[in-house]
């Protein structure tokens, strides 16, 4: 559903065609809602067969046909309706916070490996959001009210990531002064627990990642 919303709130902001609205989505409210080509196609056709855009085919110079697509007065109806419903909060349902909460049954040489990964991405996203409020403030362009909330995502998402880089060093430095117990997987004498659970970056587990150095 809420995809659904953000084509049409990209569309209330400029008339676009998929592959453009692809770009911007990469550009600007990634952070908010990440999608594929094929999704923002589907979910064109859905919107136009609900009447909430139009299509208009435009020429090409050398390439095929593309469709510029415009919200309707239909559209802009439930845009508007959605943008004032109630916020409430939403399901949350995060793939690398449930690996760590189940943590303790990965190897200890696992666990800070792919904790230190994931504070330096999310380090590196933060850097990267700040510099993209950065450029947006040095041109800010002519939809000022826009750009105003816009920012504010941004800049929430920004707060989320910082808090998150605080707790992951926290808990890296609590683990780096720890001793190192009989049995522990840190220990010469270590033996592997039978899978680990983390998960990389890129979405590989770590099992999987051995199972391919095998």
């Given at each position: ?11 209330a902001?400029k ?5 453009d609205?692809?770009r911007?989505?990469?550009r600007s409210?990634?952070f908010v ?7 923002i ?7 136009r ?21 415009s919200i ?11 943008a ?18 189940f943590?303790?049954f990965?190897d ?18 933060r850097?990267?959001m ?23 995502s941004?800049r ?6 910082r ?7 926290r ?24 899978a680990?659970?983390l ?12 199972k391919?150095?095998?």
């Amino acid at each position: 559903m809420s995809l659904k919303f953000a084509l049409l709130g990209l569309i209330a902001l400029k008339p676009a065609s998929g592959y453009d609205i692809k770009r911007i989505i990469d550009r600007s409210i990634y952070f908010v809602w990440n999608v594929t080509g094929p999704q923002i196609y589907n979910t064109l056709r859905t919107l136009r067969e609900e009447g909430l855009v139009s299509s208009e085919s435009v020429a090409q110079q050398g390439k095929p046909d593309k469709q510029i697509h415009s919200i309707t007065p239909k559209g802009m109806q439930a845009l508007q309706e959605f943008a004032n419903e109630p916020v409430r909060a939403s399901v949350t349902r995060d793939d690398v916070l449930l690996r760590i909460f189940f943590g303790n049954f990965a190897d200890d040489d696992v666990v800070v490996r792919e904790l230190g990964a994931y504070l330096d991405r999310i380090r590196n996203e933060r850097a990267f959001m700040e510099a993209t409020e950065a450029r947006i403030r040095a041109h800010p362009g002519e939809r000022h009210k826009a750009r105003e909330f816009q920012l504010l995502s941004l800049r929430l998402k920004v707060a989320q990531y910082r808090a998150m880089e605080q707790e992951l060093a926290r808990f890296l430095a609590a683990r780096d002064a720890k001793p190192v117990s009989p049995g522990s997987s840190r220990g010469a004498t270590a033996r592997p627990r039978r899978a680990a659970v983390l998960v990389y970056p890129s979405g590989e587990t770590a099992a999987a990642r051995r199972k391919g150095r095998g």
